[in-house]
Structure formats: structure tokens, C-alpha cells
């Protein structure tokens, strides 16, 4: 079991850029597939952005393309650095770990995702 923690969360103008990390409280991720969700107020969590547990395959959702780059830092963090921000990217951000599968997987799935954390808010204003 992985324990996980989000950081870097806060207010923003738009245009602006923050850089969201998600640290392993005990553990390394380097065994997990990881991925970044998104939850609006009102609405279903949602898929931003995957890696894969070699840190070679990445996904984004099209809403993020281009402008948010998720990466491995180290054994125990995943970054989720987010450029060019828009006030439609407001919502509480969080992490999940997936256990197992092919060593090039990516997942979009929340139901795919065995441990998450928190959850970080992320507040854009226009």
C-alpha cells in the first residue's frame, strides 16, 4: 500500500503557472502507473494526465495538451507542472497510483487507480 500527498496547490491569475507535486508519504511510486484528476464543484472527478511506470509513455486529456507536462521527479514524486493556466482548470487536483500491468501502461480511468491522495486545490482566477 502507497500513501500519497499533494502539494503546490493555490491561486492563480490566468496565464499564470503552478507546479503540483505528489509525493509517496513511505514508499517509492516507481512500481505504480500514475495519473492526475481534476474535480470541479458539481462535477465527476476527471482525467488529466498519465505515466507510465517507466516515466516513457504519458497521456493528457485534449484540454491540457500542450499546456500541462506530467513527469516523474524522483522514486518518491510525480510533478504535474501546469503552464498557461485557464480559469476553466479551477478544480481540486489529485493523484492516483496503479498497481500492476504492462510496464508501458497509461491509464484514464479513476476505477483503474488503486490508492489516491487527497487532493490539492487549484483556484484560476480571470
Known amino acids: 500500500q502507497v500513501q500519497l500527498v499533494e502539494s503546490g496547490g493555490g491561486l492563480v491569475q490566468a496565464g499564470g503557472s503552478l507546479r503540483l507535486s505528489c509525493t509517496a508519504s513511505e514508499r517509492t511510486v516507481s512500481p505504480y502507473a500514475m495519473g492526475w484528476f481534476r474535480q470541479a464543484p458539481g462535477q465527476e472527478r476527471q482525467f488529466v494526465a498519465a505515466i507510465s511506470r517507466g516515466g516513457g509513455f504519458k497521456d493528457y486529456a485534449d484540454s491540457v495538451k500542450g499546456r500541462f507536462t506530467i513527469s516523474r521527479d524522483n522514486v518518491r514524486t510525480v510533478v504535474l507542472q501546469m503552464n498557461n493556466l485557464k480559469p476553466e482548470d479551477t478544480a481540486v487536483y489529485s493523484c492516483?497510483?496503479?498497481?500492476?500491468?504492462?510496464?508501458?501502461?497509461?491509464?484514464?480511468?479513476?476505477?483503474?487507480?488503486?490508492?489516491w491522495g487527497q487532493g490539492t486545490q487549484v483556484t484560476v482566477s480571470s
Open positions: 492516483g497510483a496503479k498497481e500492476g500491468g504492462s510496464y508501458y501502461l497509461t491509464a484514464r480511468g479513476t476505477d483503474e487507480y488503486d490508492y
